[in-house]
């Protein structure tokens, strides 16, 4: 017989969406009363299962980990909600979590791609620019459709932030990418590689603090979204207290970008620019913290409806992935109050259901 599970409350279809009345069978959704009656009956507030759009499943903070580890990074971020996790770079082969019951979904962006020595030791493959084109479009083949380049890092000989690697070239990358049929995202901090990056027709930016006035125009015209993980911005003053003695130009300019994180967010927004909701959790970042970085995009300025669907419909949507509609996989979180009402309730989920699998 088919394993029937009730939603029993309100079922938020969208931003400023509700309905009544969701069922799981056999993990899929259906609006429909089903013939037979329930086996379990779960009360709350239903979201379609959250994405973490910037997550590092299988990398550690010396690089890659075993598969065990792995396999606990992706469980700690399942509890937590996160049932979609777009792979932001990763050394560790993770497919073998992929169709997993155990496991979020996960779309895979292979390896960071870095300039040499200009990146963490162990977490990419380095090239120099005659490099970049090759190394790209391989891992647009190995990855799901995404490839992560890292477009700025500090330059030792420069005492500061900068971009890796030549415009012309990047725009050359990029290029390629998408001839693979694929999309490609970068790592980016610093103002001027923003430009870089946009001239290039970039398709995401991943941080984006060097966000000024200038840029906004352009990305909401070119319809370039940003991932901010303001969890691992937050980071930003150690950062700048570890390198204050070698490199403190390098050091100011983090901590300038720190200080305006959330201005520079707030004002995207206003811009109509689309944010999406990533940890950055795999290196320094712990597991299981999409609940956080949710509130922290509305600490930031988001209105609560615009940070849930940062992690939620919006989300989904941009990466293909299904709702909350007829036929869906039952991919659903549940709250105990509403998260319209009471945001933090999205850090202590009532309940987490993938595939109709009741995981907690």
Known sequence: MAEIIQFDGAVLTGPDTEARGLWSVDGRLTFRRP????????????????VDAHCHIGLGPGGAVDEATAEEQSRTDLNAGALLVRDAGSPADTRFLQGSRHAPVLIRAGRHVARTRRYLRGFAEEVEPDGLVEAVRKQARDGDGWVKLVGDWIDRGAGDLAPSFPAAVVRDAVQAVHDEGARITAHCFAEETLDQMLDADIDCIEHATGLLPRHLPRFAEQGVPIVPTLINIATFPDIAAQAEPKFP????????????????????????????????????????????????????????????????????????????????????????????????????????????????
Request: proline share 4%; with cysteine.
């Open 35 to 50: 013939a037979g009656e329930p086996d379990r009956i779960l009360d709350g507030w239903v979201l379609p299962g959250l």
């Open 249 to 360: 130009r390098y050091a100011a300019h983090m901590r300038a970008l720190w200080e305006c994180r959330a201005q520079r967010v707030a004002e995207a927004f206003e811009a109509g620019v689309k944010i999406y909701a990533g940890t950055d959790a795999g290196s320094v970042i712990r597991h299981g913290r999409i609940g956080d970085e949710i509130l922290a995009l509305h600490h930031a300025g988001l209105p609560v409806t615009a940070a849930l669907d940062a992690a939620c419909w919006g989300a989904r949507e941009w990466l293909g992935a299904e709702a909350l509609t007829e036929g869906a996989r039952a991919d659903v979180v549940l709250c105990a109050e509403d998260p319209r009402q009471v945001p933090e309730t999205v850090q202590r989920l009532a309940h987490v259901v993938l595939g109709g699998r009741i995981v907690r």
